[in-house]
């Protein structure tokens, strides 16, 4: 078993442009979270999903962000016109259940220029 | 609002030395906590839950109701423990985290 996949590992945009990251989560796990760490700072949780379900997004900003986790395929979290301080490094964590142990991929790290 | 607060930025101590990783937290209802580690070039990983109430690689964490607190403990710190230590609860909220610097 391979792990939490994302990717890309590093992904620089411009202010203005879309970002899209991808997280695989580990084979047989139907649930993903994602967090964003800002510099200096810890982990915020953003949203969970399961399969086709945003079950939680309390914590995702209201504008420009959006993800989902489709039926075929790994989750995406996507972020239109990206700002300078969308800049963080984006977790994805995957488990098989609710109350089961979160295993989490290496991270998205974005910079906005 | 649930919080968790990890008050030290950073804990250095040297190999053998007792240490003490501080997490109070406030959270309604009955809390399930979690202590999560980095190591260096490595993904974020539990290291251990209260519920299970296990010790992993010589770290053990009480949960104290009264104060509110579950903080990591260890008797006797080794190199290979220095990393980035995050206390979490079960609703997804983690705390800034601490740096433990572990030195020969």
């Known amino acids: 078993n391979a792990g939490v996949m994302q990717n890309p590992r590093h992904l620089v945009r411009r202010r203005g442009q879309e970002a899209r990251l991808r997280c695989s989560p580990m084979?047989?796990?139907?649930?993903v979270y994602w967090y964003r760490q800002l510099p200096e700072e810890g982990l915020k949780f953003m949203v969970y999903l399961q399969k086709e379900n945003i079950i939680d997004e309390s914590g995702m900003p209201k504008e420009r962000f959006s993800a989902e986790f489709p039926k075929e395929g790994p989750s995406i979290l996507r972020i239109q016109q990206v700002v300078r301080g969308d800049s963080a490094a984006y977790f994805c964590?995957?488990?098989?259940?609710?109350?089961?142990?979160?295993?989490f991929g290496p991270g998205t790290r974005l910079t906005v220029l | 609002a649930q919080r968790v607060t990890q008050p030290e930025k950073l804990l250095s101590v040297f190999k053998g030395a007792p240490v003490e990783l501080k997490c109070n937290y406030s959270y309604s209802g009955s809390p399930e906590l979690f202590w999560y580690v980095q190591y260096s070039r490595q993904r974020l990983q539990l290291l251990l839950r209260h519920i299970s109430r296990e010790s992993i690689k010589g770290f053990t964490a009480d949960l104290n109701k009264g104060e509110t607190s579950f903080h990591l403990k260890k008797p006797f710190a080794q190199e290979e423990d220095s990393a980035m230590y995050y206390c979490?609860?079960?609703?997804?909220?983690f705390g800034t985290g601490t740096r433990l610097q572990v030195f020969p």
């Open positions: 964590a995957s488990s098989p259940g609710t109350t089961d142990t979160q295993y």
């Open positions: 979490a609860t079960d609703k997804l909220i």
């Open positions: 084979k047989g796990h139907s649930h």
